[in-house]
Protein backbone atom coordinates (compact mmCIF):
# COMPACT_ATOMS: atom_id res chain seq x y z
CA UNK A 1 0.00 0.00 0.00
CA UNK A 2 1.24 3.19 -1.06
CA UNK A 3 2.10 5.90 1.54
CA UNK A 4 -1.46 7.95 0.00
CA UNK A 5 -3.77 5.04 -0.20
CA UNK A 6 -2.66 4.78 3.70
CA UNK A 7 -3.51 7.97 4.23
CA UNK A 8 -6.98 7.74 2.66
CA UNK A 9 -7.53 4.78 4.05
CA UNK A 10 -6.98 6.31 7.78
CA UNK A 11 -9.31 8.91 6.93
CA UNK A 12 -11.98 6.73 5.63
CA UNK A 13 -11.61 4.93 8.94
CA UNK A 14 -11.67 8.24 11.06
CA UNK A 15 -15.26 8.84 8.90
CA UNK A 16 -17.09 5.52 9.33
CA UNK A 17 -15.31 3.31 10.89
CA UNK A 18 -15.43 5.04 14.93
CA UNK A 19 -15.16 1.65 16.74
CA UNK A 20 -11.71 2.01 15.43
CA UNK A 21 -10.71 4.99 17.81
CA UNK A 22 -13.31 5.18 20.63
CA UNK A 23 -12.13 5.11 24.19
CA UNK A 24 -13.81 2.31 25.78
CA UNK A 25 -16.04 4.47 28.17
CA UNK A 26 -17.82 5.61 25.29
CA UNK A 27 -18.24 2.41 24.50
CA UNK A 28 -19.35 1.29 27.87
CA UNK A 29 -22.41 3.86 27.93
CA UNK A 30 -23.47 2.00 24.69
CA UNK A 31 -24.53 -0.90 27.04
CA UNK A 32 -26.03 1.48 29.54
CA UNK A 33 -23.09 0.19 31.52
CA UNK A 34 -23.66 -3.39 31.76
CA UNK A 35 -20.36 -4.31 30.36
CA UNK A 36 -16.88 -3.04 32.42
CA UNK A 37 -14.08 -0.96 31.03
CA UNK A 38 -12.13 -4.28 30.78
CA UNK A 39 -14.54 -5.82 28.37
CA UNK A 40 -15.12 -2.76 26.43
CA UNK A 41 -11.74 -2.66 25.76
CA UNK A 42 -12.51 -6.25 24.24
CA UNK A 43 -15.51 -5.95 22.34
CA UNK A 44 -13.34 -2.57 20.79
CA UNK A 45 -9.89 -4.84 19.89
CA UNK A 46 -12.53 -7.17 17.72
CA UNK A 47 -12.29 -6.70 14.48
CA UNK A 48 -15.22 -8.65 13.16
CA UNK A 49 -17.72 -6.48 15.15
CA UNK A 50 -16.17 -3.24 13.81
CA UNK A 51 -19.59 -2.24 11.94
CA UNK A 52 -21.71 -2.92 14.76
CA UNK A 53 -19.74 -1.09 17.07
CA UNK A 54 -19.45 1.77 14.92
CA UNK A 55 -23.45 1.84 14.37
CA UNK A 56 -23.89 1.63 18.07
CA UNK A 57 -21.33 4.65 18.36
CA UNK A 58 -23.00 6.76 15.79
CA UNK A 59 -26.46 6.47 17.35
CA UNK A 60 -25.52 6.84 21.12
CA UNK A 61 -23.22 10.16 20.18
CA UNK A 62 -25.08 11.14 17.12
CA UNK A 63 -22.15 11.10 15.56
CA UNK A 64 -23.63 13.47 11.80
CA UNK A 65 -23.05 11.81 8.87
CA UNK A 66 -19.80 12.17 7.19
CA UNK A 67 -21.97 12.99 3.89
CA UNK A 68 -22.24 16.48 5.93
CA UNK A 69 -18.20 16.67 5.48
CA UNK A 70 -16.69 13.90 3.51
CA UNK A 71 -12.95 13.90 3.10
CA UNK A 72 -12.49 15.98 0.34
CA UNK A 73 -14.44 19.00 2.34
CA UNK A 74 -11.58 18.75 5.22
CA UNK A 75 -8.77 20.66 5.11
CA UNK A 76 -5.69 18.69 4.66
CA UNK A 77 -3.85 20.91 7.13
CA UNK A 78 -7.19 19.14 9.43
CA UNK A 79 -6.16 15.40 8.45
CA UNK A 80 -3.08 14.99 11.24
CA UNK A 81 -5.36 16.01 14.26
CA UNK A 82 -8.46 14.31 13.11
CA UNK A 83 -6.59 10.98 12.61
CA UNK A 84 -4.45 11.31 15.95
CA UNK A 85 -4.51 8.95 18.35
CA UNK A 86 -5.50 10.02 22.03
CA UNK A 87 -2.29 9.84 23.24
CA UNK A 88 -1.10 11.94 20.33
CA UNK A 89 -4.01 14.07 20.69
CA UNK A 90 -2.75 14.98 24.38
CA UNK A 91 1.07 15.73 23.01
CA UNK A 92 -0.41 18.46 20.25
CA UNK A 93 -2.29 20.02 23.71
CA UNK A 94 0.75 20.83 25.34
CA UNK A 95 2.83 21.77 22.64
CA UNK A 96 0.12 24.13 21.33
CA UNK A 97 -0.07 25.79 25.25
CA UNK A 98 3.21 26.00 24.99
CA UNK A 99 2.95 28.04 22.26
CA UNK A 100 0.35 29.74 23.46
CA UNK A 101 2.32 30.86 25.96
CA UNK A 102 5.34 31.79 23.79
CA UNK A 103 5.19 35.72 24.61
CA UNK A 104 5.73 34.91 28.55
CA UNK A 105 7.91 32.00 27.91
CA UNK A 106 10.26 34.05 25.62
CA UNK A 107 10.77 37.01 27.98
CA UNK A 108 11.96 34.82 30.76
CA UNK A 109 15.28 34.27 29.62
CA UNK A 110 16.88 34.03 33.31
CA UNK A 111 17.24 33.21 37.21
CA UNK A 112 14.87 31.59 39.17
CA UNK A 113 11.32 31.80 36.86
CA UNK A 114 13.83 30.09 33.44
CA UNK A 115 14.70 27.19 35.48
CA UNK A 116 11.73 26.68 36.99
CA UNK A 117 10.03 26.70 33.39
CA UNK A 118 12.72 24.51 31.99
CA UNK A 119 12.07 21.85 34.85
CA UNK A 120 8.49 21.76 33.96
CA UNK A 121 7.89 22.00 30.59
CA UNK A 122 11.81 21.12 29.27
CA UNK A 123 13.49 22.32 26.84
CA UNK A 124 12.57 20.71 23.55
CA UNK A 125 8.40 22.53 24.54
CA UNK A 126 10.33 26.03 25.19
CA UNK A 127 12.02 25.87 22.20
CA UNK A 128 9.04 24.90 20.36
CA UNK A 129 6.75 28.42 22.05
CA UNK A 130 9.98 30.61 20.88
CA UNK A 131 10.40 29.24 17.48
CA UNK A 132 6.65 29.86 16.84
CA UNK A 133 6.09 33.36 19.24
CA UNK A 134 4.47 34.89 16.19
CA UNK A 135 0.84 32.81 17.18
CA UNK A 136 1.86 33.65 21.22
CA UNK A 137 -1.33 34.76 22.70
CA UNK A 138 -1.44 37.22 25.23
CA UNK A 139 1.13 37.41 28.30
CA UNK A 140 0.23 35.08 31.05
CA UNK A 141 1.06 35.54 34.63
CA UNK A 142 4.01 33.24 35.70
CA UNK A 143 2.98 32.73 39.83
CA UNK A 144 2.40 30.38 40.87
CA UNK A 145 5.13 28.82 39.35
CA UNK A 146 4.58 25.08 40.36
CA UNK A 147 1.48 24.97 38.51
CA UNK A 148 2.82 26.54 35.20
CA UNK A 149 2.82 23.18 33.13
CA UNK A 150 -1.13 22.68 34.21
CA UNK A 151 -2.07 26.18 33.10
CA UNK A 152 -0.06 25.63 29.78
CA UNK A 153 -1.45 22.01 29.42
CA UNK A 154 -5.17 23.65 30.03
CA UNK A 155 -4.70 26.55 27.47
CA UNK A 156 -3.45 24.07 24.65
CA UNK A 157 -6.41 22.03 25.28
CA UNK A 158 -8.40 25.11 24.94
CA UNK A 159 -6.44 25.90 21.50
CA UNK A 160 -7.68 21.86 20.63
CA UNK A 161 -11.05 23.10 21.26
CA UNK A 162 -11.31 26.04 19.52
CA UNK A 163 -10.05 23.39 16.58
CA UNK A 164 -12.36 21.49 16.92
CA UNK A 165 -15.11 23.88 16.52
CA UNK A 166 -13.89 25.09 13.34
CA UNK A 167 -13.30 21.94 11.39
CA UNK A 168 -16.94 21.18 11.85
CA UNK A 169 -19.13 18.76 13.43
CA UNK A 170 -18.39 15.69 11.47
CA UNK A 171 -14.85 16.13 12.50
CA UNK A 172 -15.37 16.87 15.66
CA UNK A 173 -17.69 14.99 16.75
CA UNK A 174 -15.17 11.82 16.21
CA UNK A 175 -12.40 13.51 17.52
CA UNK A 176 -13.77 14.00 21.09
CA UNK A 177 -14.94 9.87 20.88
CA UNK A 178 -11.56 9.58 21.50
CA UNK A 179 -11.39 10.66 24.79
CA UNK A 180 -13.48 9.65 27.76
CA UNK A 181 -16.33 12.06 29.06
CA UNK A 182 -16.11 15.18 30.69
CA UNK A 183 -12.83 15.62 28.40
CA UNK A 184 -11.47 19.18 27.62
CA UNK A 185 -12.81 19.14 24.78
CA UNK A 186 -16.27 18.79 25.40
CA UNK A 187 -16.25 22.51 27.20
CA UNK A 188 -16.65 25.06 24.05
CA UNK A 189 -13.70 27.01 23.50
CA UNK A 190 -13.34 30.48 25.23
CA UNK A 191 -13.93 33.69 22.32
CA UNK A 192 -10.29 34.68 22.62
CA UNK A 193 -9.27 31.44 21.15
CA UNK A 194 -11.50 31.36 18.35
CA UNK A 195 -8.89 32.54 15.95
CA UNK A 196 -5.62 31.80 17.41
CA UNK A 197 -6.18 28.33 18.74
CA UNK A 198 -6.94 26.18 15.36
CA UNK A 199 -4.30 28.11 13.74
CA UNK A 200 -1.65 26.82 16.89
CA UNK A 201 -3.05 22.99 16.79
CA UNK A 202 -2.68 22.73 12.83
CA UNK A 203 0.93 24.15 13.04
CA UNK A 204 2.07 22.13 15.96
CA UNK A 205 0.64 19.10 14.83
CA UNK A 206 1.97 19.49 11.19
Not at 175 to 192: D, F, G, S, W
Request: proline share 8%; glycine share 6%.
Amino acid sequence: MTEEAAEIDQQELFLWQPSRYADPARLISCFGGAVDLETGKRLLATRRLDKRLSRLLTERFHLPPPALQDNRSIDEADWPVACAPADRLAEIAIRAGAVYWAATLARTISGREATALREQLGAALCSLAVANKDLAGPQQPLDPLETVRQRVEADGWVCLAAWCEAAGPVVASRVRLKLPPQNPLEAPAAPAFAEIGPLIVRRVAG
